[in-house]
């Protein structure tokens, strides 16, 4: 995407090259306007040098690309964000007024707008800012984060940092997806399932729930209410989350590695070794309650249950056999035989299979873009 990072004059635009370097790294062309006073706060040339294009801080600089860049570089961007926004940036933009680089392009900006306050507590509490944010955040291509709680540059802690990057980086990326999932309620599990043994042993696996979050947060980026139910828990307690879900849930998303099994007795003080001498330990196993199959037993007409299937041999019969068995719609294979695929990895490389016989394969790829192939094949 094409980004222009707008910056003011405050104390946080410090943190901004750090927001650039990100994007960049991410692939995308960024081109920066600022106010002549965030100059005072971060030099020309670091912006130059990390977004890779001149910095417009002037209207009438001769060194300027075009003789309206105020109008060309909305032309040019995708999306516009804004870190910080002072009190006083906030202010003009809520009333139209363009005085500098920064205020002419962004009121020439029709196109999705991500705007990060930063200024002290007191400030932020004005009634002048907060009817600026409310009027601001009204606009429909306008997302208007909320300050942080904190520490302050001033010595005082209250409500008024800038988010951080990331955050800010999640909101560019959210503001640019198309809303496809908007009014729906989306359940996703993620992570593993712990099953104590006694206080300080569990029976547990390698999942990370990278793969789970990914799915949460592109469905939030597309306008769904999701609900996220995160290991480390025990699998009964996953069960009962996703179950009360699932009552109000227009999708269910099962990314989770659960437990099949659970120890049949929870020991209530640490196991001795002492107290096992000389004899092999043994370990009683029970089974845990079938989160999938349960919510498939449970599934209106209406509702959409997505699997996955983890499988280190013949994987295709096993996931088909899954699908049909627990009345899922569609089921998400991985195999632990593809190397950047599985747990633990930021990659993933999986193959999907519908109720009525649709496959898709999703090539290997970061797990933030397997999501988004998921959601599309799915949907």
């Known amino acids: 995407m094409r980004v222009v990072v707008g910056i003011s004059g405050g104390i946080a635009a410090y943190k901004v090259p750090e ?18 006073n965030a100059l005072e706060f971060v030099t ?62 962004f009121c020439a900006m029709r196109k999705p707008v991500v705007i990060a306050p930063a200024m002290n507590d007191k400030m932020y509490d004005s009634p002048a800012v907060q009817d600026a944010i409310r ?26 940092r800038m988010q951080e990057v990331d955050v800010i980086y ?34 547990s696996n390698f999942s990370t729930g990278k793969m789970g979050r990914a799915l949460a947060t592109e469905c939030r980026h597309r306008g769904a209410e999701v609900t996220l139910i995160m290991g480390a828990i025990s699998a009964r307690e996953m069960y009962e989350q996703t179950m009360k879900a699932w009552e109000t849930a227009d999708i269910a998303i099962l990314a989770a590695a659960v437990a099949d099994y659970r120890p049949e007795v929870e020991f209530t003080e640490k196991i001795k070794k002492e107290s096992q001498a000389n004899t092999a330990m043994s370990l009683a196993l029970t089974e845990n309650p079938d989160i999938a199959a349960a919510l498939g037993q449970n599934k209106r007409p209406e509702q959409l249950l997505v699997g996955f299937a983890l499988e280190t041999n013949n994987e295709e019969q096993h996931a088909l056999s899954k699908l049909t068995r627990k009345n899922m719609d569609w089921i998400v294979l ?5 190397k950047g695929a599985g747990f633990g990895c930021d990659t993933n490389k999986v193959t999907l299979y519908s109720r009525t016989g649709a496959k898709k394969d999703v090539p290997l790829q970061s797990k933030e873009d397997v999501a988004k192939a998921i959601l599309d094949s799915i949907l």
């Open 19 to 36: 927001l650039i370097r990100m994007l960049r790294k991410a692939g995308n062309e960024v081109k920066v306007a600022t106010t002549k």
């Open 44 to 105: 020309p040339l670091t912006l130059q040098t990390l977004s890779g294009h001149p910095v417009y801080s002037d209207v009438f600089a001769a060194i300027n690309e075009h003789s309206t860049e105020h109008i060309s570089l909305p032309d040019w961007a995708d999306v516009m964000v804004i870190v910080p926004a002072t009190a006083n940036v906030l202010g003009k933009m809520a009333h139209g007024i363009a005085d500098d680089a920064l205020t002419t392009t």
């Open 135 to 160: 009027t601001l955040s009204q606009w429909s291509n306008i997302t208007m984060l909320d300050c942080a709680e904190g520490e302050l540059a001033c010595g005082s802690t209250g409500k008024g």
């Open 170 to 203: 999640d909101a560019i990326q959210a503001a640019l997806t198309p809303k496809t999932l908007a009014g729906k309620r989306v359940v996703i599990t993620a992570g593993p399932t712990i099953e104590k043994i006694d206080p300080v042993r569990y029976i």
């Open 334 to 338: 991985n195999s632990l035989q593809d």
